[in-house]
């Protein structure tokens, strides 16, 4: 068990819809981290998020968003929904979130959404 | 374009051999390379992290190789067991984009079986 929670953990939805996924970081970690990955792809980084500010973007859609909370979980909003959204997406946490060699990145469970 | 590329693809090995994965990259510079196990339907978990400066690092039956000159590292498994069925995957970060961009590979699926 990482310490990194995530909910829901199945997700099955229709397209043009709108979810939120959840997820509460390791005690004590400022960065939150959120991960695509989709059956023939590796993970993709979408976003980072240190002690509340966005810190790094990555390959995200403009229909997701993010954003962290004063209580540091943070919650990835899809929209408009498309076949191609369906993956597992993962949360992942780290202290200090500079991705430096002691700077370890501890992963959630994740959550699959199906879209149908 | 910083890439990672693993080979090979899959392995499939008996219970205790040894096997060993490869991951290239073109990332530079960069701040570090990481190995994660991933089980199936799982987050991945943290293997081994090394500097450009390390050359090895073990994790108990897994050691970690780093060639920065020619951009290359392995990840060397000894006495296989049925658990380390997983995929692993090598993880460059990108020191350009302050070391917040972790680039990932694609894995290698491995399955061990007795």
């Known amino acids: 068990d990482s310490g990194v929670t995530q909910t829901p953990k199945h997700l099955i939805t229709a397209t043009g819809q709108r979810v939120t996924l959840r997820c509460s970081p390791r005690s004590g970690d400022l960065s939150v981290y959120w991960y695509q990955q989709s059956l023939d792809q590796g993970l993709q980084f979408l976003i980072q998020y240190y002690n509340g500010e966005e810190r790094a973007k990555g390959n995200i859609l403009e229909r997701f968003s993010a954003q962290q909370f004063p209580d540091l979980h943070s919650e990835l909003n899809l929209s408009s929904l498309e076949l191609g959204d369906s993956a597992l997406y993962f949360c992942a946490s780290s202290v200090d979130g500079t991705g430096g060699p002691t700077d370890t990145q501890y992963f959630g469970p994740g959550t699959r959404l199906t879209v149908l | 374009k910083n890439q990672v590329e693993q080979s090979p693809q899959s392995l499939i090995i008996l219970e205790g051999k040894n096997c060993t994965l490869q991951?290239?990259?073109?990332?530079?510079?960069?701040?570090?390379l990481r190995w994660y196990k991933q089980d199936t339907g799982r987050g991945p978990v943290s293997l081994t992290i090394m500097t450009f400066s390390e050359n090895t690092k073990s994790n108990g039956r897994y050691t970690a190789t780093l060639d920065a000159d020619t951009k290359q590292s392995s990840l060397h498994i000894t006495a296989s067991q049925l658990s380390d069925s997983a995929s692993y995957i090598c993880?460059?970060?990108?020191?350009?984009?302050?070391?917040?961009?972790?680039?990932f590979g694609k894995g290698t699926t491995l399955s061990v079986s007795s």
């Open positions: 993880v460059v970060s990108d020191v350009n984009q302050a070391g917040t961009a972790l680039i």
């Open positions: 991951c290239n990259y073109t990332v530079s510079p960069f701040s570090n």
